[in-house]
Every structure is written in C-alpha cells, then in structure tokens.
C-alpha cells in the first residue's frame, strides 16, 4: 500500500522569497503523484500531477515539482509567492494496487506568507 | 455548472440524530469517493464506489453507510451522530481506472458539527 510523508507541518515565508514544500512517497509499484491546494473554507483543487514523462512537471499559480524516483520525493516549489499562496498544501499518491487507482493523502503543510 | 456539489454546505445537529450529505458529479467519472478531513486537517478515505460497486471500506463505524443509486451520485447517510463525527466531509470524484490515474475532483465540502 502506498502512504505520503510531508515533512513539514508549517512552513511560513515572506511575500516573494522562494518555498519549497517536501513530500515523499513510498509504494511498491510504479505511482501518480499530485499537488492539492486546499484555500480557507474551500474544497481541494489540484495544482499539478505527474503521470509520466518528463520529472519536471508545471502547475497553476507558478508552482511546479520535480518527481525524483531515487528519493521517492516529489517536492513542489515556487520562486516567488505571494500572500495569496497561503493555504494548505496536499501532496498525494495513488496506484494500482487493489485494481484501482485511489488517492492517498499526505497530512498537508500550511503554507503562510507574511507581508 | 459545477463538476462536483455536495449538499449541504453546513449541517449542525445534536446528538443521536440521524443525517444524510448529498454528492453529485457531472464528470461522467466512474469512481467516488467520500474522505473526512478532521480539525488537523488531515484527510482521510472512508468509502470508495466504482461503477456503483463499493471497492474501498476503511475501517469507519458502521453508523456510516454510503449509498450509490447510479454513477453520479454518492450519498452518506449517518445514524446516532457523535460528537466525534464533527469534522469537514469531501466528496470527490474520479475517472479510477485509466488516464487520469486517479486524479481527483472535490466537492466543495460540507461542515457538520454535533452539538
């Protein structure tokens, strides 16, 4: 069975520095990795997914992640934030086992950028 | 126009009552689901249906039970509400099996508190 670990708990940054949120996957078989975002009161909306191809993977809002398969990591970044960017952030993972492919979520990491 | 809604929004009810959360999606997904997110925002799975059919029945009390009358609609229907059961509940949608392997759709949550 598949499970996530997201490091951090909290990370908070000021407006327009760089964040990196850490997530790291284990599973036996080949995965799917997501980024959720989760804004106050909302639902979760998916910010990027790496299926296959190349390990640098684009989102919405600037982020991207880079899906590294000797770490099992797939941690998302962002070069600039801005106060808008404070939310929760989901990293998730799904496979085949069991003949689906359910999604598995980390505990989250809240984000908070300050002025 | 919304992919997936659920109703109601918010619910608070007392003790031992009985309550049921709606959850529609117009997708055309073949795969739902129901997760409870607690006050640490954790995300949990309760019940996966694909194609009408439970696949996925984590261990929840058995006050919950889903129902699934066709493919765009997962109810959850909750008997002899606790006060644990307060928390936010996602309803989400996905096409399972194929190329979105498992990327999921969220509902916009409903809020119930047991007072």
């Known amino acids: 069975a598949q499970s996530v670990t997201q490091l951090d708990s909290q990370v908070p940054v000021f407006e327009e520095a760089p964040v990196e949120l850490r997530c790291n996957y284990s599973s036996s078989v080949s995965v799917y990795l997501f980024w959720y975002v989760q804004y106050p009161n909302q639902g979760l909306q998916l910010l990027l997914k790496y299926l296959s191809g190349s390990t640098l993977v684009k989102g919405i809002n600037g982020f991207e992640a880079e899906f590294n398969k000797s770490q099992t990591s797939f941690h998302l970044r962002k070069p600039s934030v801005h106060i808008s960017d404070t939310a929760e952030y989901f990293c998730a993972v799904s496979d085949r086992s069991g003949g689906s492919y359910i999604p598995t979520f980390g505990r989250g990491t809240s984000l908070i950028v300050h002025p | 126009d919304t992919a997936v809604s659920q109703t109601p929004k918010y619910l608070v009810t007392q003790m031992g009552n009985d309550k049921s959360i709606k959850c529609e999606q117009n997708l055309g997904h073949d795969t739902m689901y129901w997760y409870k997110q607690d006050s640490k925002k954790f995300l949990k799975i309760m019940f996966s249906?694909?194609?009408?059919?439970?696949?996925i029945n984590e261990t929840v009390p058995n006050r919950f039970s889903p129902k699934s009358p066709d493919k765009a609609h997962l109810n959850l229907h909750i008997n002899s509400l606790e006060l644990g059961d307060s928390a936010v509940y996602f309803c989400a949608s996905s096409q399972g099996v194929g190329q979105a392997k498992g990327e999921a759709f969220f509902g916009q949550g409903t809020r119930l508190t047991v007072v």
């Open positions: 249906y694909n194609n009408k059919e439970l696949i």
